[in-house]
C-alpha cells in the first residue's frame, strides 16, 4: 500500500488564504452594515425630530393667525361700535313720536354714512372710480347702455351700485351703464347694409 499524502487531504495554503481573504472581506462587511444601520438610526431619529418639530411649527402659525385674526376683527368691530351707538340712538328718537324734519334726517345718516366710510377707508378699502371713467372690465360691469352723442363710447354715465376695492384688491366691481355712441351704431348698420 502506498503512503497516504496528508497534504492532499487538508486545504492548500492557497484555499486557507483565500479563506482568511474571504474571512477578512466578512468582516469588513459586517463593520459597514453596522455603521451603515447607525447611520440609519440617526437619519430616522432625525427625520423624527424634523417632522415634530415641522408639526409644532404648524401648530404655532395657526394659532398665531388665529390670534392676528380675533384681533383684527375686534380691532374693526371696536371702530363700528360708535356706528352702531349712532344707530341705536337714531332708532330710540324715531320711536319717540316726535316728527324729525326730512333735512336733520338727511343730516343724520350722512353723518352715519361718513363716520362708516372712515372706519372703511382706514381699514384699506377704496372706491372704484367710475362715473366718467373708460369702462374696465375689471372694476366696473355693465348692466345696460345708453345711446349719447355728447359722451364719450364706452364711458361709465351712471353708477347703478359702488364698487370697492380692499388692499389693492377688487372685491365688488361697480355695476354701471355705459355710453354707446348713436352715430356710431348708426354708420355700423348702414356699413352692414351696403
Keep these: 500500500m502506498p ?3 496528508d497534504t492532499k487531504l487538508g486545504p492548500s495554503e492557497s484555499q486557507e488564504d483565500s479563506l ?3 474571512r477578512s472581506r466578512l468582516e469588513e462587511l459586517e463593520k459597514d452594515n453596522k455603521a451603515n444601520e447607525r447611520k440609519a ?11 415634530a418639530d ?17 384681533q383684527a376683527s375686534e380691532s ?19 320711536h319717540t313720536g316726535n316728527e324729525l324734519q326730512t333735512e336733520e334726517i338727511a343730516v343724520g345718516l350722512a353723518m352715519l354714512r361718513k363716520q362708516l ?37 364706452n364711458t361709465v354715465t351712471e353708477e347703478i351700485r359702488r364698487g370697492y ?20 351704431k348708426d354708420d355700423h348698420e348702414e356699413t352692414k347694409n351696403t
Design 117 to 153: 366710510a372712515e372706519v372703511l377707508v382706514a381699514e384699506g378699502l377704496e372706491e372704484i372710480p367710475a362715473i366718467g371713467h373708460k369702462l374696465d372690465p375689471e372694476l366696473h360691469e355693465a348692466v345696460s347702455y345708453v345711446e349719447n352723442d355728447d359722451a364719450p363710447e
Design 165 to 184: 376695492i380692499l388692499n389693492g384688491k377688487v372685491i365688488r366691481t361697480s355695476l354701471v351703464v355705459v355710453n354707446r355712441r348713436k352715430n356710431l
Design 54 to 70: 415641522m408639526e409644532n411649527l404648524q401648530k404655532i402659525t395657526k394659532r398665531q393667525v388665529e390670534s392676528v385674526t380675533r
Design 20 to 22: 482568511e481573504e474571504l
Design 76 to 94: 374693526l368691530i371696536v371702530k363700528l361700535l360708535p356706528i352702531l351707538d349712532s344707530l341705536h340712538r337714531a332708532e330710540e328718537i324715531a
Design 41 to 51: 438610526a440617526e437619519y430616522k431619529d432625525k427625520l423624527t425630530r424634523l417632522q
Design 3 to 5: 503512503p497516504k499524502d
